[in-house]
């Protein structure tokens, strides 16, 4: 027995012991370096909201959104309007440029944001709401010679996104708008929010062009404002596919623009048997509207004219978003009064 401890063998022994406890050493640790970095993974992917990141290519500005954003400014009133329509009122923090009464069921919501500007604010009225995102929905809501570039904000830490209407591309149709939609909902993590709120708005206009169904399409002309010439929708405008699912044709479809200038004479050489005004606030009321109109004795032998045919529709309804489905009923009763009587 007592050569099975003789110093040769007893190094061994502990030789092997030592290297035995070592493995188990650096086997233990492996595991808990293994353990660690899968707490951390899982920590990561605990973090990251589900379906995110997003990427989103907006007017051709692509960004990537690892997760919603949480502080908002809206330019315009449409898109505010979108965002509350989306129960995303807990992630605004400004709104700017009202130009029309807000919808009913939306106006409390509305009223509790604080407005920054009656028009749009400037850069540093914008900064000073430390926002992380800014929804214009006209063009001018990141007017470069205003400081309010698109890059600008990308500088300053902040995502932007432009209503697809001032996108530049062809003729824009409700698909925009439910497009639309559908978009900010995924950036916000609420795409079934977005869903049922497009699946309502078809329904109300699939009631409206039911209705209007088989009648005759009545040319309409869209007036804005103006007096020497007269600033109207054209055929890239939404507009101009409101007016047809209303059973109507827009005279200037052929206008390539989404607004523009035209001429008295234009319009009375296309005939229009109805006229739809635009209302919103710093163009003249709708009465002072009619009553120009009225008293123009160039357009007396028009249709429209003659027969005092108008329609009146807030500019935002006929713009992308929530209020462009409204705006098709609305304009379908002005068109086709007989058909919902």
């Known amino acids: 027995m007592s ?18 406890v070592a493995l188990s050493s650096v086997l233990l640790t492996a595991a808990c370096g293994a353990s660690d970095d899968g707490d951390r993974d899982a920590k990561a992917t605990a973090a990251a909201p589900a379906g995110f990141p997003v990427t989103v290519d907006n007017c051709g500005v692509k960004t990537t959104y690892d997760e919603p954003p949480s502080r908002v400014v809206t330019i315009h009133q449409h898109p505010a309007e979108l965002m509350l329509a989306l129960g ?23 009223e509790a944001i604080p407005e920054l500007a009656e028009r749009e604010p400037s850069f540093e009225k914008i900064l000073d709401a430390e926002p992380d995102f800014v929804y214009g929905g006209y063009g001018s809501a990141f007017a470069e010679k205003e400081g309010r570039s698109r890059k600008a904000f990308a500088d300053a830490g902040i995502d932007t996104y432009l ?30 929010r977005a869903d049922k709120l497009v699946t309502e708005l078809q329904g109300r206009v699939a009631k409206a062009t039911a209705e209007v169904e088989g009648e005759h ?6 007036y804005d404002s103006g007096d020497k ?41 296309r005939r229009p048997e109805v006229i ?6 710093g163009a003249g009321s709708v009465e002072e509207k009619k009553k ?8 007396a032998d028009v249709p429209a004219i003659r027969n005092e045919r108008f ?20 304009l379908a009763r002005g068109l086709h009064p007989e058909s919902f009587r």
């Open 3 to 20: 050569q099975l401890f003789t110093p040769a063998r007893t190094r061994g022994f502990l030789r092997a012991t030592a290297a035995a």
């Open 88 to 110: 995303l009122e807990d992630r605004m923090v400004g709104t700017a440029f009202p130009d029309s009464a807000v919808l009913p069921e939306l106006k409390k919501d509305y």
């Open 163 to 192: 209503n697809r209407e001032y996108c530049g591309k062809g003729q824009v149709t409700m698909k925009d708008t439910y497009d639309e939609i559908r978009t900010i909902g995924k950036i916000f993590g609420v795409p079934e």
């Open 217 to 222: 399409e009545v040319p309409v002309f869209v």
């Open 229 to 269: 010439s007269a600033f109207t929708a054209g055929g890239k405008g939404l507009g101009t596919d409101l007016i047809r699912l209303a059973g109507g044709k827009n005279v200037f479809a052929d206008l390539d623009e989404v607004f523009g200038d035209v001429s008295w004479e234009q319009v009375v050489e």
């Open 276 to 281: 739809a005004i635009y209302d919103y606030a």
């Open 292 to 299: 120009f109109l009225l008293s123009q004795t160039a357009l």
């Open 311 to 330: 329609v009146v529709l807030p500019l935002t309804a006929t713009l992308v978003g929530i209020r462009s489905a409204y705006a098709v009923d609305d």
